[in-house]
């Protein structure tokens, strides 16, 4: 069961231009929003994440847009740079009796073109 | 620190044939987890481990076994390889509870069934 769906699946926006992915989920016990990078060959690696308690995080050019009451979050790359290109996936924590897991999106692959 | 590490990088199994992937942290972290990454359906959490001598089955846990003797140690086993099973396997670590969320992934294995 896909409990966070994420979209589009591939993305392509020129050079400088902002880039939006998005996911939703359905689950009201997530409590925690990360966002993870992959670049080819490599194991995903934590881009910036966000709590619900909050409605957007920024940190440099990568913003985070939070909407608890549509369940839905976005990941937004200002400025996007040739090595912007990767995969991004989307997640959500849930805490249950003590277990932590994520549950994460499909992933988008971003590409950036001069 | 090396992070999280991972053995083999690459594997090549015919159908029937097991092998035991190993997983390592240096970070003293009390989670370890292990996803297989497969094309247009993300990170799915296959076992995962709260701390020295547990395991949990995650949301694909068939065809698979774990253990974690020691706490620094992940190890994923398949007994009777399947093509099905034909993936990219990324271990991933963290602290859990109050030390934070953040998972650590390693490079992944990617392993063929013939």
């Known amino acids: 069961q896909q409990q966070v769906k994420q979209s589009p699946q591939s993305l392509i926006v020129q050079k400088g231009g902002i880039s939006i992915i998005n996911c939703a989920y359905e689950?009201?016990?997530?409590?925690?929003f990360p966002w993870y990078q992959q670049f080819p060959g490599k194991g995903p690696a934590l881009l910036i994440a966000?709590?619900?308690?909050?409605s957007e995080k920024k940190e440099g050019r990568f913003t985070i847009s939070f909407n608890k009451s549509a369940k839905q979050f976005s990941l937004h790359i200002m400025d996007s740079q040739p090595g912007d290109s990767a995969t991004y996936f989307c997640?959500?924590?849930?805490?249950?009796?003590?277990?932590?897991?994520?549950?994460f999106g499909t992933g988008t692959r971003l590409t950036i073109i001069p | 620190n090396a992070g999280v590490t991972q053995t083999p990088k690459f594997r090549v199994l015919k159908t029937g044939q097991s092998m035991t992937l190993l997983c390592a942290q240096d970070?003293?972290?009390?989670?370890m987890y292990w996803y297989r990454q497969d094309p247009g359906m993300g990170l799915r959490l296959i076992h995962y481990?709260?701390?020295?001598?547990?395991?949990a089955k995650g949301e694909v846990p068939d065809g698979y076994n774990v253990s974690r003797l020691k706490k620094q140690n992940f190890l994923l086993g398949l007994e009777s390889a399947a093509p099905s099973q034909t993936s990219v396997y990324f271990c991933?670590?963290?602290?859990?509870?109050?030390?934070?969320?953040?998972?650590?992934f390693g490079p992944g294995t990617r392993l063929t069934v013939t």
């Open positions: 966000i709590r619900p308690d909050v």
């Open positions: 689950n009201t016990a997530f409590d925690y």
């Open positions: 970070m003293n972290h009390e989670y």
């Open positions: 481990s709260v701390g020295e001598g547990t395991t």
């Open positions: 991933a670590s963290s602290y859990g509870g109050s030390g934070g969320y953040e998972q650590y």
């Open positions: 997640a959500a924590r849930a805490l249950n009796f003590g277990n932590e897991k994520l549950t």
